[in-house]
DNA sequence: CGGCATCTTTGATCTGAATCAAGCTTGAGT
DNA sequence: ACTCAAGCTTGATTCAGATCAAAGATGCCG
C-alpha cells in the first residue's frame, strides 16, 4: 500500500521536494520527523491502521459533531475546514494543503467540518488507534504537542487578522500567506494560485465576496500584484504587499 | 511551601469549592485529575518545580516574544491574554480565572502577552521542567493534550464570533460565557462580575467600548439583564440571552 | 471629605464594508 | 461551437458599528 509511505521516518527535516501534488513521502514524515528513535514495533503498527484515500471535490472528511473517527494527513490536493452556525453563517476556519494534518483532538467528535476543494489524496489512521500509539512513543506525542502549540498560536494571530485589520490588510496578508506555503512546498513563492473561490476566501478572511473581488481588483491596479488568470495572480511588489498587510 | 497544594492529586473531578479566591487545593488538582496514577515520585518532582507567586493588578505574567520560562496555574483573580499590532491595534485573546493554565507551549518563545487585572495567586513552574515531567508521566501527557484540543476548539468559535456575529450576538454571548465559568466555579450563575474593563471587553469581543456599553445598555432596557453596579449584572431572562447570543 | 484620574454612558455624525443589482467571464457538458 | 450554470467584477445604495464629542459616575489617595 503507497500510504505506507507517509510513514517512513527521513532522516533530516528536508522540504517536501514536489510541488504538492501526488504521494509526497516526505511530507508526512516530515510532520513526525523529530521521532526518527521510534522502534520498528511502533512504527509498523502505524502502517496498520493507515490506509490510502481519494476524495472527489464535495467530499466532506469530517463532520461537525460527527464521532471523530479518523486522523488524515494530507498529500495532495486542498481542503477546507469550516464551522457553522445555526442559521447558516459560515466561517472557514482554515485551508489545508499537503503535509497538513486533519482531525489532531483528544475530543469524541469533531468541531468542524471539512471538505475536499479540489481532488485530494490522504493518508487516513483510525484516530483513536493513532492516539493510543502516539502516547507510547514520547517523541511522537511531543511532535503532537508542538502541532497544537502552532495551530492554536495561528488561530490567535487569524483571530487578531479577523477583529482588528481592514479589508485591504487582510487580503494582503491572505495573499502572503498563501505565498509562504508555497514556498514551503517548493513552489514559485511568486506566483499565488487560488484553489478556493471569492466566496470561500470571504468566509475565510470574514469579508463578502464582492470585498475581496474589490480588494484584489485594487491591488491589482496599485500594482502590487498582476492577475494571470481568474485564479493565479503574481505578486509584483512582496514589500508594498507587506506594508499593507498591516504588521 | 502553600503552593505544593494545588498538585495534591484529588479523587474525581469534584467542582472547586470556594468562589475563585485564595488557594484552592481542587482548582490545580481538577486540571491534573486525569492522572490518579501518578506516581508519588512524579509528584515530588513536579513540586519541586513550582512556587507560590502574587502578582499585582497591570503585573506582566508573560510577555510577547520573550523566552517562554513559566507556565503558571491561576488560583486566584483575572488574567487577560492579548496581542498587539505594530500599530497599537490590541486583540484580548482570552480571559483566564483560577483553575486555568497559562504558558504550556511547546514553542521557545511565548505567542501572547499576559497582564493581571486584579490581584492574582499562581502557581508557577519552569516549563522546561514542567513539560520534562509532563513527558514522563502518559496521563498528564494526555490531559495536556485534551487542555490544547479545548483550547483550540475554543478559539476556532471565538473566530467565529468575532467575524459573524453582531455586537448583540456577541455581547449576550460573554455574558452568558462568564456566567458559565462562574457556575464551574460554584458562584452563582446568574450574578456575573466583569473584572475587565469595557474597552477590555471590547477588546476582546472585536467591538468598541462605545459599543459594549450602548449593547449592555440595550439589553438592560429589554429587561434581560438587570445592573447591580457598573460591574454586575443579573441576568434576569437567560432564555432570550440565548435567543441572542446566536447559536 | 475633596480632588483628580479613570471609567462609563449617551448623543451626533461618519464610513468601510455589506447588501442589492446588473452584466460579464469561464468552463464543463452536449 | 453552443448552452447553461457557476463564479467574478463593478456600480449604487444602505447600515452597523466606528469615531468624535461631551457629560456623568466611580473610586482611589492624600
Tied chains: 1, 2.
Excluded at 521510534?38 to 481519494?54: K, Y
Excluded at 508542538?146 to 487582510?170: G, I, N, P, W, Y
Aim: hydrophobic share 45%; aromatic share 6%; proline share 2%.
Amino acid at each position: 500500500m503507497q500510504a505506507r509511505a507517509n510513514l517512513k521516518i527521513v532522516s533530516g527535516g528536508e522540504p517536501c521536494a514536489g510541488p504538492g501534488a501526488g504521494r509526497c513521502a516526505n511530507c508526512g514524515a516530515r510532520a513526525l520527523s523529530v521521532c526518527a528513535q521510534v522502534s520498528d514495533a511502533g512504527l509498523s503498527r502505524m502502517e496498520a491502521l493507515s490506509e490510502e484515500v481519494e476524495l472527489r471535490p464535495g467530499e466532506i472528511l469530517a463532520r461537525e459533531g460527527d464521532a471523530a473517527a479518523h486522523v488524515f494527513n494530507i498529500t495532495g490536493g486542498a481542503v477546507r475546514v469550516y464551522k457553522l452556525m445555526a442559521d447558516g453563517r459560515r466561517q472557514i476556519i482554515g485551508f489545508l494543503f499537503a503535509g497538513d494534518f486533519l482531525g489532531l483532538t483528544s475530543d469524541k467528535d469533531y468541531a468542524f467540518s471539512a471538505e475536499a476543494l479540489e481532488p485530494v489524496t490522504a493518508c487516513r489512521f483510525n484516530r483513536k488507534g493513532y492516539m493510543g500509539v502516539v502516547e507510547q512513543f514520547p517523541e511522537l506525542e511531543s511532535a503532537l504537542l508542538s502541532r497544537f502549540t502552532s495551530d492554536l498560536s495561528a488561530a490567535q494571530a487569524h483571530m487578531l487578522l479577523l477583529v482588528r485589520k481592514t479589508a485591504r490588510e487582510r487580503v494582503a496578508s491572505f495573499l502572503l500567506d498563501l505565498s509562504a506555503r508555497a514556498a514551503r512546498r517548493g513552489a514559485d513563492a511568486d506566483s499565488v494560485h487560488l484553489v478556493m473561490t471569492r466566496g470561500e476566501i470571504a468566509d475565510y478572511l470574514g469579508l463578502t465576496l464582492e470585498t475581496v473581488s474589490r480588494t484584489l481588483s485594487a491591488l491589482k491596479s496599485k500594482g502590487a500584484i498582476r492577475q494571470t488568470d481568474s485564479r493565479t495572480y503574481t505578486i509584483l511588489a512582496r514589500r508594498q504587499l507587506e506594508a499593507m498587510s498591516g504588521a
